[in-house]
């Protein structure tokens, strides 16, 4: 009897731990239920928000244009065109022969301007504003040139040497509402860039959210008003001597696809300091922003990115730091592109 009770017991226990075990794998099932419900309503939370950013800087592009008075033409009213990244090299009325000298050298021309975006999603445009009188006679004459080179981006914007942040603004905010890109980049005309490792270079950061490249740099603020880069509101940042907030050199740099939204849906209260580029990296500077520090992104002209090319670190971009861009760009620009450009092909291999 007593051996009976105990085999009793025995099969009572085994059972309580078969139920055990089975609760304990349904609270699994149940938790990884949970887990991918959650994972997924993230996913969804993160769509929405895309969207939401994406029809608010749309929709400012808009009211930008109307507010102005600017028509609102097919290219900015139709559905945004999608790209890779969106490069607009920084030019004003006076630098024609600038603008020649990039189209010889880096920027491809034509049916090649064409096919680099349609293939491998690389749009290049030459940005420009217009002067203070309306259809003057510079406006005419980027009129002219764009009929024959199809390459302007023309922005709601009075060219000045002094509103260059107001520019940069206004470019990003222009271009999120054309084209649907994962990066915008924001270069001179002085400047040399090879495409094709500026394309490789920002595809390895493809996967990084809010996303800021470009050769960091922290500079003194300048409160003397006899320097160039004199800073009226020196005052904001602290004692005399003080130095700048990290921020990329403003030759060229490149932000992501949500960085751009955002000055595109906050720009009528992004301040703008003297300086473009400070101005651009105070608009980050309290925002979760990846800086991206790229050092390939503002080498020397030649000898130093000849060298760093035949060691095979081909550069993204080359000017003199001591001109801001290269020294007498018109005249020098083909011989840095004929030492230190990657060659025709290297943007068409670019893997993106």
């Known amino acids: 009897m007593s051996q009976r009770r105990r085999q009793d017991q025995e099969l009572q226990l085994i059972s309580e731990d078969c139920n055990t075990k089975r609760k304990h794998g349904e609270d699994k099932d149940i938790m990884g239920e949970v887990t991918k419900t959650h994972e997924a309503i993230q996913s969804l939370d993160k769509s929405i928000s895309t969207l939401q950013m994406e029809l608010a800087a749309k929709r400012s592009t808009l009211e930008l244009l109307r507010s102005s008075g600017s028509p609102v033409t097919s290219e900015t009213s139709?559905?945004?065109?999608?790209?890779?990244?969106?490069?607009?090299?920084?030019?004003?009325?006076?630098?024609?022969?600038?603008?020649?000298?990039?189209?010889?050298?880096?920027?491809?021309?034509?049916?090649?301007?064409?096919?680099?975006?349609?293939?491998?999603?690389?749009?290049?445009?030459?940005?420009?504003?217009?002067?203070?009188?309306?259809?003057?006679?510079?406006?005419?004459?980027?009129?002219?040139?764009?009929?024959?080179?199809?390459?302007f981006l023309r922005l709601n914007h009075v060219e000045g040497y002094h509103e260059l942040s107001a520019k940069t603004k206004i470019f990003f905010s222009t271009a999120v509402g054309i084209w649907d890109a994962d990066f915008y980049v924001k270069v001179d005309d002085d400047v040399h860039v090879n495409l094709g490792m500026l394309a490789t270079t920002l595809a390895r950061h493809k996967s990084k959210p809010r996303t800021y490249i470009g050769c960091m740099k922290s500079g003194p603020v300048l409160a003397d008003k006899n320097v160039k880069y004199h800073e009226p509101?020196?005052?904001?940042?602290?004692?005399?001597?003080?130095?700048?907030?990290?921020?990329?050199?403003?030759?060229?740099?490149?932000?992501?696809?949500?960085?751009?939204?955002?000055?595109?849906?906050?720009?009528?209260?992004?301040?703008?300091?003297?300086?473009e580029d400070v101005?651009?990296?105070?608009?980050?500077?309290?925002?979760?922003?990846?800086?991206?520090?790229?050092?390939?992104?503002?080498?020397?002209?030649?000898?130093?990115?000849?060298?760093?090319?035949?060691?095979?670190?081909?550069?993204?971009?080359?000017?003199?730091?001591?001109?801001?861009?290269?020294?007498?760009?018109?005249?020098?620009?083909?011989?840095?592109?004929?030492?230190?450009?990657?060659?025709?092909?290297?943007?068409?291999?670019?893997?993106i």
């Open 233 to 275: 509101e020196s005052w904001k940042f602290g004692e005399e001597g003080n130095k700048y907030f990290r921020h990329a050199t403003g030759q060229i740099y490149a932000i992501s696809k949500d960085l751009a939204t955002y000055i595109s849906i906050n720009q009528p209260i992004l301040h703008k300091y003297a300086n």
């Open 78 to 151: 139709q559905p945004r065109k999608k790209a890779f990244v969106v490069i607009g090299v920084n030019t004003a009325f006076s630098s024609r022969k600038r603008r020649d000298s990039v189209r010889e050298t880096w920027m491809p021309q034509g049916e090649k301007l064409q096919q680099l975006e349609e293939q491998k999603g690389i749009v290049i445009r030459f940005t420009i504003g217009h002067s203070a009188t309306s259809n003057s006679i510079l406006d005419k004459a980027i009129d002219s040139e764009d009929a024959q080179h199809h390459d």
């Open 279 to 351: 101005s651009l990296g105070s608009w980050f500077i309290g925002l979760e922003v990846n800086h991206i520090d790229e050092r390939n992104m503002c080498c020397g002209t030649p000898p130093d990115c000849e060298w760093k090319g035949q060691a095979g670190n081909v550069c993204v971009a080359s000017f003199d730091w001591s001109c801001s861009g290269i020294c007498k760009s018109v005249e020098r620009i083909k011989d840095v592109h004929a030492r230190c450009g990657e060659g025709d092909s290297a943007v068409w291999s670019a893997l």
